[in-house]
């Protein structure tokens, strides 16, 4: 699935990139992703496979993203509500989790969608107390 960026380039390099692109009789777009298909390094075969095996991974991943970039503004707007993103734009909200989840389920079936409550933190830090274990051996 592409990812749609915005992309503020320099005027020299967007006019250098603007004479590639005619060079290679290709819109500005195609001739920015070809050349960094070029030039990045390849992904391990590792990478290639650890994506292949978990597709719905990468998007849910996507998802979150999305949630991390909107949460300043989500934050101002629907405090404490649940919201719904899905590529990468809000696509509804509602005070009832349960209300909320079974219009994504209706509108969006089988796709990854990603929930949450917006709260002052975007992902909720969780603190997990462990026992401490003294190397004090009094008998």
Do not use: C
Not at 53 to 75: C, G, I, N, T
């Amino acid at each position: 699935m592409p990812t749609q960026i915005i992309l503020t380039l320099p005027e020299l390099l967007y006019e250098r990139v603007e004479q590639l692109a005619q060079q290679h009789q290709q819109d500005v777009a195609q001739a920015i992703t070809e050349y960094l298909e070029h030039h990045l390094p390849a992904l391990r075969p590792s990478e290639i496979e650890q994506h292949q095996q978990r597709p719905h991974k990468f998007a849910l991943d996507q998802e979150k993203a999305a949630y991390l970039r909107l949460h300043p503004l989500l934050k101002e707007k629907f405090f404490g509500k649940h919201v719904a993103v899905y590529q990468g734009q809000l696509i509804d909200f509602d005070d009832q989790f349960e209300a909320l989840h079974e219009r994504v389920r209706k509108r969006y079936p089988n796709q990854i969608v990603w929930m949450s409550t917006v709260r002052e933190e975007p992902i909720e830090t969780i603190h997990v107390r462990s026992p401490r274990f003294s190397t004090d051996q009094k008998r």
